[in-house]
């Protein structure tokens, strides 16, 4: 039997430990020896280094719609404090270094979280879809990811246009960050709007990139194991020049996460042993 936590034991410590966490969280950054970014730049950069969307409401989901519609609040508050931030040439993105603030003037609402492979309602639910679209976005610049940390347990089935496997982003305060750093000379920026229920981004550049790329799935499979289903996702990303047209691939890393739905019958799942 696992050895419980200190928490678990006595739940009353448990704001204390979140507080704690966060402390330290916010300490290791300042000394860290990162430029973090935080200037919002009141113009747009001129060129548009790669854009993407993504719904906010997915009706079919089974869940309250009340949820769905808390999380689309939760996605403006955060936006504000994300939105024309420039990330210039040696300085580091954190996510929570932008947002920690967010709740500041207007509060977050209950939307849904995804803990310990359960889908639950709690304060702020929903910020993984902008860190997602933040991560995905980063994916197609030449910065440098230098956190990222991928769900435990995909907990629903994918539906309308879907980013390859493996390529989500999940954050939570004191815990995970997603964060990336300029390495280039050029100046990166995150544009974000809302049209209707779709979140929309942009990564914007002070010049034209120089390459465009391209990121996809290799090898996927699946395994049954303990009574639960698992999946395995290579990340592959193509770097085309465009100017010469030149074309290099690269395996980015292998995703593995439990799978919390029912898989299409023509997907093979290989049997493994207790």
């Known amino acids: 039997m696992p050895r419980r936590r200190l928490t678990q034991l006595f739940p009353f410590l448990l704001p204390l430990r979140v507080w704690q966490r966060k402390l330290f969280f ?135 246009e879907e980013l390859p496997c493996g390529t989500d982003a999940t954050i939570y305060e004191g815990w995970l960050d997603l964060k990336v750093k300029n390495e280039t000379s050029h100046a990166y920026q995150i544009e974000l709007d809302f049209i209707g229920e779709t979140l929309c981004g942009r990564i914007r550049a002070d010049r034209e990139p120089e390459s465009e790329y391209r990121v996809y799935n290799g090898e996927i499979a699946y395994w049954r194991e303990g009574g639960d289903t698992f999946q395995r996702a290579s990340v592959l990303r193509a770097c085309k020049n465009r100017a010469t047209g030149e074309e290099r691939q690269e395996a980015l890393y292998v995703n593995v996460c439990k799978i919390g739905y029912a898989l299409p019958q023509d997907i093979v799942v290989e049997e493994k042993g207790d």
């Open 26 to 160: 916010y300490a290791k950054m300042r000394l860290d020896g990162n430029k973090y970014a935080k200037r919002t730049a009141k113009h747009l950069l001129e060129h548009v280094a790669f854009e993407t969307s993504s719904p906010m409401i997915n009706p079919n989901s089974g869940f309250d719609l009340r949820y769905q519609k808390n999380k689309v609040h939760n996605l403006l508050l955060a936006a504000r404090t994300l939105n024309r931030i420039v990330i210039g040439p040696g300085e580091t993105f954190s996510f929570w270094r932008l947002v920690r603030r967010a709740d500041r003037r207007e509060k977050y609402k209950e939307g849904l979280n995804l803990v310990n492979g359960s889908i639950v309602s709690a304060y702020g639910g929903g910020l993984c879809q902008m860190s997602t679209l933040l991560y995905w976005m980063f994916l197609h610049t030449p910065m440098t990811v230098i956190e990222r940390h991928a769900h435990a347990v995909e907990a629903l089935p994918p539906t309308g």
